[in-house]
Structures are given as structure tokens and as C-alpha cells.
């Protein structure tokens, strides 16, 4: 059963009537009243909340029992071991189901976040955590209460450790702004991180849409160190209302970082400060480069994905598009696979695809997930091979990226809510080479740890 769907024992007990509820409980219909603002509390939109909540609490209490569901019918650890011995496995396949028993059986656990500055820590929600290419350190982005957002570095170095605690590094810039997209970016120095955003389009001063802001910050602006040795932003300009971004890591575009604006793409080289622009028909909502080639994929609100050759001028018309493929509803992912064959992409109809970029054909699909209108990311671990993805219901799902079966239905720490969908990083290697494999998982202002059993 769908957790973000209404209690389905209400059309099983007696049929439904247009404008009453029917409570199971007390054997009676109850009229409903339309909209948000009235004094009855029940309503759909409480009624389905409340479906929502118990089923949020009923699946944590079975979680904190350990009461977990076998990913496949018959799947244990004692069984695959013996197939294995028999030789029935491949080693391939056998790591795969492994992984899926691990996954299945990972625990929650909450994770002490230590700062240098007592203020910091604990003190504002999550509202995005993206981890770099090594899993060593996550990038967040934090509310702030007064408004606005603040950026930080967490290092996981504490991770492998019994006592599950990790370092906040703050820093002195924040802005008033609300952040889209953020990634990690890689120059000749240290690695910087990029990111993206955007004045929201409600603001106190009655102001419908302003232009963003793309800022280059130096990871080392993070840290313990003398802040008067601390450098500052090497690249901030305003753009136009910004919705995503993406690092180059081919050489043949080297040091050049992409913009999804509305209704154009912006290509920029940090070094030269060359621009390209390239017009589309519909805002630019997710993006990623190839690294085989220097080629950017993109997707747009109109449910359209194409992709850009960054090494050909711009030319008027649709003719530079080299890959076009089209999704239902606006496009609100891609990720594309470590071969550049197969592109993921998700979309605001709760659809997940797997492309072939050969035969531009969707060639499976991932069921399950939960989107109406968010900005949600995929993440995809293609070493273990699995799918993770958070719904705008708050619930972690997990997906067999092979065979595409649901494999596990997490749900967050707190109650389900707009401001409180939780952001997640999954690595075989959190906090380094000889890190520990498991699930990060931010919402509100606490950070769990969801570690292999």
C-alpha cells in the first residue's frame, strides 16, 4: 500500500459519498466541508493527513522493532550462501541480493553534530545536503530563521567510529535568497563548490521576480582556520531566475559550469569567463554533464530532455538539440548512467524512466515514488545497484535498479510536511576510502545515520 494514499478501508466498509466521510471506527458518515480555512476538522485534506501520520508512525514503531519485510519472497542470507556454494549465483548477482538484504536490514541512528561555533549546530533546519565526489564531506544548505539560506560543510570523518559524530564548519556568507540546485565543483586547486540560487517569486516587499545568482565558493571558506586567511568567492554574477546547475568534468570543457535558467541555457568557463547561450522553449529544471564526452543533458518544465554538444556554437532554431526525449509532466531529475547509454529521469507526476539514449525508448520504469509539484533529485549507486528517492510524502524509497522492485519504504524521523521533506546522500564509502556504507539522511534539524546491520 502507498503510504501517501488515503485510507483504503473506507471503500472496502461502505461506499463512498460525495461530500461525507465514512469513520470505520463509529460506523458512521460525518459531512465534510470543502476547503482549508473552516473550524471542522474534518476535511479530506485532515482526514488524509491523519491516514498519513498513523501509517508514518505504525511503519517506525515495525521499524524499531526490527520487524522488516524480506525484499523478494525466499530471499535470506543463509539461502544465497548456499546458491553461491553451488555455483546457481554469479558473483554479480549474488552481491546484488547482498546489498538488498543490507539494505533492508540498516538502522536509524541520530548523529551528534559537533561546531566550532556552539550557535551553528542544531540551531537550523536542512534544507539541502550534497556530498562530494569521495563522500567525505556533505555541503549543506540550511534555513535560517529570520530567512534566507546559510551554507556549511559537515566532515564524516566520525562516521566509522562507534560514537557516530561528524564536524560543521559555518561560514560568514548567507544570503536572502532561496537556493534551487547546489553541486561540488573541481578547479586545477582544492576542490570548490558551486552553487545556485534564486530570489523566491513571493517575497514581504511585494516584489514578483528578481534576478538570481551563480557564486564559485572555495571549500576552504569552511573550516577551522585564522578567517582573515580565509579567501573569498571566485565567481558570483546575477543571472536571470536560476532553477539548476552542473559541473563539467571533461577536459575538453574544462573548468566550465552550466545554469538551467527559464527559457535558456547559460554555459560558462570560470577561467576565460566565455558565455554560451542557448534558448529553449521552457525552463531548464535539472542538468548533468557526461564525462565521456563534453555534452550537457537537460530537463525542462514542458517534460522535454535534449542534449547540448558545448563544443559547437550556438545557432538559431532547434537543430543543436542532439537528443530530445519526452516525459509526461515537468522533468525534475536526469542521471545519467557511469556507460552514457541509459539516462534516469523523474518527473512531477511521481514517474521515474530509465532512457536508452540509443533508441531514445524508455526501457523500464520505477513505480512508487511520490511528486506533485517539488524539485525532488534521484540517486542512484550503480556499484550496489540500487535507486533512492525521496517523495514530496516524505518517504525514502529504495528500487532494484536492475529489475526495478521496491525494495524498501523508509519513512522520516518527523511528521510529513512541505518544509520537512528530508535530503538524503547514499555512498558504499561514507567519509572516505575506508569509510562505512549507509544511508545520510537530513530533515529538520537532525542528521541520521541508516548503517548496514
Same mark, same amino acid.
Given at each position: 500500500?502507498? %503510504?501517501?494514499?488515503?485510507?483504503? @478501508?473506507?471503500?472496502?466498509?461502505?461506499?463512498?459519498?460525495?461530500?461525507?466521510?465514512?469513520?470505520?471506527?463509529?460506523?458512521?458518515?460525518?459531512?465534510?466541508?470543502?476547503?482549508?480555512?473552516?473550524?471542522?476538522?474534518?476535511?479530506?485534506?485532515?482526514?488524509?493527513?491523519?491516514? =498519513?501520520?498513523?501509517?508514518?508512525?505504525?511503519?517506525?514503531?515495525?521499524?524499531?522493532?526490527?520487524?522488516?519485510?524480506?525484499?523478494?519472497?525466499?530471499?535470506? $542470507?543463509?539461502?544465497?550462501?548456499?546458491?553461491?556454494?553451488?555455483?546457481?549465483?554469479?558473483?554479480?548477482?549474488?552481491?546484488?541480493?547482498?546489498?538488498?538484504?543490507?539494505?533492508?536490514? =540498516?538502522?536509524?541512528?541520530?548523529?551528534?553534530?559537533?561546531?566550532?561555533?556552539?550557535?551553528?549546530?542544531?540551531?537550523?533546519?536542512?534544507?539541502?545536503?550534497? *556530498?562530494?565526489?569521495?563522500?567525505?564531506?556533505?555541503? @549543506?544548505?540550511?534555513?535560517?530563521?529570520?530567512?534566507?539560506?546559510?551554507?556549511?560543510?559537515?566532515?564524516?570523518?566520525?562516521?566509522?567510529?562507534?560514537?557516530?559524530?561528524?564536524?560543521?564548519?559555518?561560514?560568514?556568507?548567507?544570503?536572502?535568497?532561496?537556493?534551487? #540546485?547546489?553541486?561540488?565543483? $573541481?578547479?586545477?586547486?582544492?576542490?570548490?563548490?558551486? $552553487?545556485?540560487?534564486?530570489?523566491?517569486?513571493?517575497?514581504? =516587499?511585494?516584489?514578483?521576480? @528578481? %534576478?538570481?545568482?551563480?557564486?564559485?565558493?572555495?571549500?576552504?571558506?569552511?573550516? /577551522?582556520?585564522?578567517?582573515?586567511?580565509?579567501?573569498? =568567492?571566485?565567481?558570483?554574477?546575477?543571472?536571470?531566475? *536560476?532553477?539548476?546547475?552542473?559541473?563539467?568534468?571533461?577536459?575538453?570543457?574544462?573548468?566550465?559550469?552550466?545554469?538551467?535558467?527559464?527559457?535558456?541555457?547559460?554555459?560558462?568557463?570560470?577561467?576565460?569567463?566565455?558565455?554560451?547561450?542557448?534558448? @529553449?522553449? /521552457?525552463?531548464?529544471?535539472?542538468?548533468?554533464?557526461?564525462?565521456?564526452?563534453?555534452?550537457?543533458?537537460?530537463?525542462?518544465?514542458?517534460?522535454? +530532455?535534449?542534449? +547540448?554538444?558545448?563544443?559547437?556554437?550556438?545557432?538559431?532554431?532547434?537543430?543543436?538539440?542532439?537528443?530530445?526525449?519526452?516525459?509526461?509532466?515537468?522533468?525534475?531529475?536526469?542521471?545519467?548512467?557511469?556507460?552514457?547509454?541509459?539516462?534516469? *529521469?523523474?518527473?512531477?507526476?511521481?514517474?521515474?524512466?530509465?532512457?536508452?539514449?540509443?533508441?531514445?525508448?524508455?526501457?523500464?520504469?520505477?513505480?512508487?515514488?511520490?511528486?506533485?509539484? *517539488?524539485?525532488?533529485?534521484?540517486?542512484?549507486?550503480?556499484?550496489?545497484?540500487?535507486?533512492?528517492?525521496?517523495?514530496? &510524502?516524505?518517504?525514502?524509497?529504495?528500487?532494484?535498479?536492475? &529489475?526495478?522492485?521496491?525494495?524498501?519504504?523508509?519513512? #522520516? %524521523?518527523?511528521?510529513?510536511?512541505?518544509?520537512? +521533506?528530508?535530503?538524503?546522500?547514499?555512498?558504499?564509502?561514507?567519509?572516505?576510502?575506508?569509510?562505512?556504507?549507509?544511508?545520510?539522511?537530513?530533515?529538520?534539524?537532525?542528521?541520521?545515520?541508516?548503517?548496514?546491520?
Amino acid at each position: 500500500e502507498d %503510504p501517501s494514499s488515503s485510507s483504503s @478501508t473506507q471503500n472496502s466498509v461502505a461506499p463512498e459519498l460525495p461530500g461525507f466521510y465514512y469513520d470505520p471506527e463509529k460506523n458512521r458518515y460525518f459531512r465534510l466541508l470543502p476547503g482549508h480555512n473552516n473550524h471542522n476538522p474534518l476535511t479530506k485534506d485532515s482526514i488524509q493527513h491523519k491516514a =498519513m501520520e498513523c501509517k508514518r508512525l505504525r511503519l517506525l514503531e515495525e521499524e524499531e522493532k526490527q520487524n522488516q519485510k524480506t525484499t523478494r519472497a525466499g530471499l535470506n $542470507s543463509s539461502m544465497l550462501l548456499q546458491k553461491r556454494q553451488l555455483g546457481s549465483l554469479s558473483s554479480t548477482t549474488y552481491c546484488r541480493l547482498v546489498h538488498e538484504l543490507k539494505v533492508n536490514c =540498516m538502522q536509524r541512528r541520530k548523529i551528534e553534530i559537533h561546531s566550532p561555533d556552539s550557535s551553528v549546530a542544531g540551531t537550523n533546519n536542512f534544507k539541502i545536503i550534497v *556530498a562530494d565526489v569521495a563522500c567525505e564531506r556533505i555541503f @549543506t544548505v540550511n534555513d535560517v530563521e529570520h530567512g534566507g539560506c546559510k551554507y556549511g560543510i559537515i566532515n564524516l570523518s566520525g562516521l566509522g567510529k562507534e560514537s557516530l559524530t561528524v564536524e560543521m564548519y559555518d561560514n560568514l556568507y548567507f544570503t536572502n535568497r532561496k537556493v534551487n #540546485s547546489v553541486c561540488w565543483a $573541481s578547479l586545477t586547486h582544492p576542490d570548490s563548490h558551486f $552553487s545556485l540560487t534564486h530570489f523566491s517569486k513571493l517575497c514581504l =516587499m511585494g516584489i514578483a521576480e @528578481t %534576478p538570481g545568482c551563480a557564486s564559485l565558493l572555495p571549500a576552504s571558506l569552511f573550516s /577551522s582556520a585564522n578567517p582573515g586567511d580565509r579567501p573569498g =568567492m571566485l565567481c558570483s554574477f546575477k543571472i536571470s531566475t *536560476a532553477w539548476s546547475c552542473a559541473w563539467c568534468l571533461n577536459p575538453q570543457a574544462d573548468n566550465c559550469f552550466s545554469t538551467g535558467l527559464t527559457r535558456r541555457v547559460l554555459v560558462t568557463n570560470v577561467v576565460t569567463g566565455h558565455r554560451q547561450t542557448f534558448g @529553449t522553449s /521552457s525552463d531548464v529544471l535539472a542538468q548533468q554533464f557526461a564525462t565521456q564526452t563534453p555534452v550537457l543533458y537537460n530537463g525542462c518544465r514542458s517534460g522535454e +530532455i535534449f542534449s +547540448i554538444d558545448v563544443r559547437q556554437r550556438n545557432r538559431k532554431g532547434q537543430s543543436w538539440k542532439a537528443i530530445r526525449l519526452f516525459h509526461g509532466s515537468a522533468v525534475t531529475s536526469v542521471h545519467l548512467m557511469e556507460a552514457e547509454h541509459y539516462l534516469m *529521469a523523474a518527473d512531477m507526476a511521481g514517474k521515474i524512466k530509465l532512457w536508452d539514449l540509443r533508441t531514445a525508448k524508455s526501457v523500464k520504469q520505477y513505480k512508487g515514488h511520490h511528486n506533485e509539484y *517539488a524539485l525532488l533529485p534521484l540517486h542512484v549507486n550503480e556499484e550496489e545497484g540500487l535507486l533512492i528517492a525521496v517523495g514530496q &510524502d516524505c518517504y525514502t524509497r529504495i528500487w532494484s535498479l536492475r &529489475d526495478t522492485h521496491l525494495l524498501r519504504t523508509i519513512p #522520516s %524521523p518527523h511528521p510529513s510536511s512541505k518544509d520537512a +521533506i528530508p535530503s538524503v546522500v547514499f555512498s558504499s564509502r561514507l567519509g572516505g576510502s575506508r569509510g562505512v556504507p549507509g544511508l545520510l539522511m537530513a530533515v529538520k534539524q537532525d542528521l541520521y545515520h541508516f548503517s548496514y546491520n
